[in-house]
């Protein structure tokens, strides 16, 4: 049995994706065994990161791995470090990790300051990789879309947390992602880029907007909105 550190109970609901006829599962299955026995894997990041990696780990557990916390018996293991800004100091983690999937962008509210950061943070990040001699993969934000203009759960939250629904996803409101790009393109051939928007399935349309972590009484727009394999909050 897979367990996760959670505040509270959640039940999940499984759906089997399949992108372009290739089970997903079986993907996974086929990197587990061939390419991840007695390797690293370490999600750095924010809250998100904590869902690409539930989705991993169900996964694999789900296709016959045999996991217990952290750690497979094929020598696999896995962590999620809980980090919300590029300027933190993550070298350690980095350094003892085989692979390192990395995402800093959702507890930034002001443009200038993620930019400002990357651009700091980016050469930093390949020096240490060259450093190290490490594989480091960047994983793109999710789109916050919470009922304010710029859709910012910080704006929403001047509205004294008014009960609303979500508003539609869109691209007008990725500037994250858009600066994310801007400052790694130039580094693409040591930070391996994946992009979720284009691998992960898009629950937008039935998002139901109730935030399990915050507060009962607010929304939430950003979390479980899409998800890189089939792991859903009911």
Not at 132 to 161: A, C, E, R
Not at 185 to 196: A, D
């Amino acid at each position: 049995m897979l367990k996760f550190n959670l505040k509270r109970p959640r039940p999940l609901e499984w759906h089997e994706i399949m992108r372009d006829q290739v089970n997903v599962t079986a993907l996974w299955m086929d990197l587990y065994e061939n390419q991840l026995k007695n390797k690293s894997l370490t999600f750095i990041g924010d809250s998100l990161m904590m869902e690409v990696y539930a989705a991993m780990m169900l996964t694999l557990v789900r296709g016959g791995a045999n996991c217990h916390g952290k750690r497979c018996e094929n020598g696999f293991t896995s962590y999620r470090p809980y980090k919300s800004h590029i300027s933190e100091d993550y070298e350690k983690l980095l350094v003892e990790s085989d692979i390192v999937v990395i995402n800093f962008g959702l507890h930034y509210n002001d443009p200038q300051l993620y930019d400002k950061e990357m651009k700091e943070g980016i050469p930093h990040l390949v020096e240490l990789i060259e450093r190290h001699n490490k594989t480091v993969l960047w994983i793109d934000s999710f789109i916050p879309h919470f009922p304010v203009p710029d859709g910012s759960y910080v704006n929403y939250k001047q509205l004294n947390h008014v009960q609303a629904t979500c508003t539609p996803n869109t691209e007008i409101n990725d500037w994250r992602n858009a600066i994310a790009d801007k400052h790694i393109e130039p580094f693409s051939s040591k930070i391996k880029r994946v992009l979720i928007r284009d691998i992960a399935a898009s629950r937008h349309d039935t998002h139901n907007g109730i935030l399990t972590h915050f507060s009962a009484n607010n929304l939430d727009c950003v979390h479980h909105c899409m998800q890189p394999c089939y792991l859903f909050v009911i």
